[in-house]
C-alpha cells in the first residue's frame, strides 16, 4: 500500500512539473557575446587600488552566465605594453572567470592604454583568441583617468565597429574626454566612483551589460543628433540571403530611405539625417530558405548641438588674456568648454577646462608681444564637440591691448 502512494506521489509531482513547465514556457536562451575588461594595470595605480578594482571585477562577472554557448570574458592589462590574462574561450564558468581575475597581477610600467586598445581591437574579432563572430562585443575599461598615449582614436575604431564601451573612473579622469570614449549615452556608460565605493555601481553595471549581450530585435546602439547606428541578431548568413534596411521620417512615407546589405550583417549606421526627429526603421531579411518577419524600432535622434558663436579677447597684458565666448545655447546643452591657447609660431599648448554654466576664463603665464591662436571647444554628452579659434596677441611690456578675430568652424565640427 506504501509503494503505490509513493509511486501515485510521484506521478502527480512529476505531472506538475510538466504542466508547470508548459505554462511557463521553455527557459529563455542565454545571452551570448565577447566581454573583454581593460584594467589599468600599470604604476600609476596603486597595489590597493589594483587590489580592489580586481576584487570588483570578479564579483561582476561571477553570477553572469558564462559558458561556450553563452558569455565569454577575457581580460586584458594596461601597461607599458598590452598583456593578455587569459582568453575568451579559457574559462567556461563565472566562478572560473572571477578566479582568473582575482589571481591576475599587477604589471606596473606606463600608461598606454592607446596601444592596449588597438591590441584589444585585434583580440575582440580574433577566433585565435577565443573571440566569436556575430556576437555583440562589450569592453568594459576600469582606469583611474591618466594614459600616456591618446585614447580617443582607437576607441572610436572600436565603437565605429559596433563595440559597447562602459568605462569605469576612480575619480581622477577628465569628464569631458571619458565622455567622449564612453559609449553613448554617457550617463548610462561612464561611471565616476571612488575605489573603495564599485559595490555601488555592480548591480546596475551588470544589468547594462547583459542588456547589450541581447540584441534579440533591431535596436540602436548609439544614437546622434544627425544619425544612429543600428544592430541586431545575426538572422542570415552570406549564402542564405540579403537584408534591406529602410528609415523614414515618422509621418512622412515618400521620404524613404533603403539600404540593402549582405546576410552576414549585423549592423548599419544611418548619416546625413535631422536632428530632434522621429525615424520608423523596418529590417527585412529576404532568403530563399526560410520566411522571417521583418523588425521594426522608432528612434528619436538628439538634438542639434551648438557650439560656441563668437570670442572675444579682452584684458589683454604681456602675460595674461582673457577668453570669452558665446555660450552653446542649443537644444543639447554643453557638459562643459576646454579652452586651448597655443603660439602661432609653435610652442608648449595650454589648456583649461571650465565648466558649462561659465563662458569666460583668464589664461596666464603667457609671452610677451606673442601671436597666439585660441581655440573654444564645447564637449556634448554625444561625445561629439564643436569648436571656435580667434587670434590673440599679448602687449609688449608696459603696454595692454585686445585682438580678436574669429576663426571658421574646422569642418566636421
Known sequence: MRSWTALGLALSLQLALTRSSAENGPPASAPQGDLLFLL?????????????????????????????????????HVGSQPHMEFLFNQHSSGQAVQDAILAAAQRMG????????????????????????????????VTDGGSSDPVGPPMQELKDLGVTVFIINTGRGNLLELSAAASAPAEKH????????????????????????????????????????????????????????????????????????????????????????DYDVALLPESNVRLLSPQHVRVRTLP???????????????????????????????????????????????????????????????????????????????????ALSAKACTPAAGRSRALSKPFARAPGQ
Open 110 to 141: 606606463d600608461t598606454n592604454t592607446g596601444l592596449a586598445l588597438a591590441y584589444v581591437k585585434e583580440q575582440l574579432f580574433a577566433e585565435a583568441a577565443g573571440a566569436r563572430p556575430g556576437v555583440p562585443k562589450v569592453l568594459v575599461w
Open 304 to 386: 542639434e548641438e551648438v557650439g560656441p558663436e563668437r570670442i572675444v579677447i579682452s584684458h589683454a597684458r604681456p602675460r595674461s588674456l582673457r577668453v570669452s565666448w558665446a555660450p552653446a545655447l542649443g537644444p543639447a546643452a554643453a557638459l562643459g568648454y576646454h579652452v586651448q591657447l597655443g603660439p602661432l609660431q609653435g610652442g608648449a599648448v595650454q589648456r583649461v577646462e571650465v565648466p558649462a554654466d561659465s563662458n569666460s576664463t583668464t589664461l596666464q603665464g603667457l609671452t610677451p608681444d606673442t601671436a597666439y591662436l585660441v581655440t573654444v571647444t564645447a564637449a556634448f554628452r554625444s561625445g561629439r564637440e564643436r
Open 190 to 277: 561612464l561611471h565616476f566612483v571612488d575605489v573603495d565605493d564599485l559595490h555601488i555601481i555592480t548591480p546596475e553595471l551588470r544589468g547594462s551589460i547583459l542588456d547589450a549581450m541581447q540584441p534579440q530585435q533591431l535596436h540602436t546602439s548609439e544614437i546622434m543628433p544627425t544619425g544612429f547606428r543600428l544592430a541586431w541578431p545575426p538572422l542570415l548568413t552570406s549564402d542564405s540571403g540579403y537584408y534591406v534596411l529602410e528609415v523614414v521620417p515618422s509621418g512622412q512615407p515618400g521620404a524613404v530611405r533603403r539600404q540593402q546589405l549582405p546576410g552576414n550583417a549585423t549592423g548599419w549606421t544611418w548619416t546625413g539625417l535631422n536632428p530632434d526627429t
Open 40 to 76: 589599468d594595470s600599470s604604476a600609476s595605480v596603486s597595489h590597493y587600488e589594483f587590489s580592489r578594482v580586481r576584487e570588483f571585477v570578479g564579483q561582476l562577472v561571477a553570477p553572469l552566465p558564462m559558458g561556450p554557448e553563452a558569455l565569454r570574458a577575457s581580460l586584458v
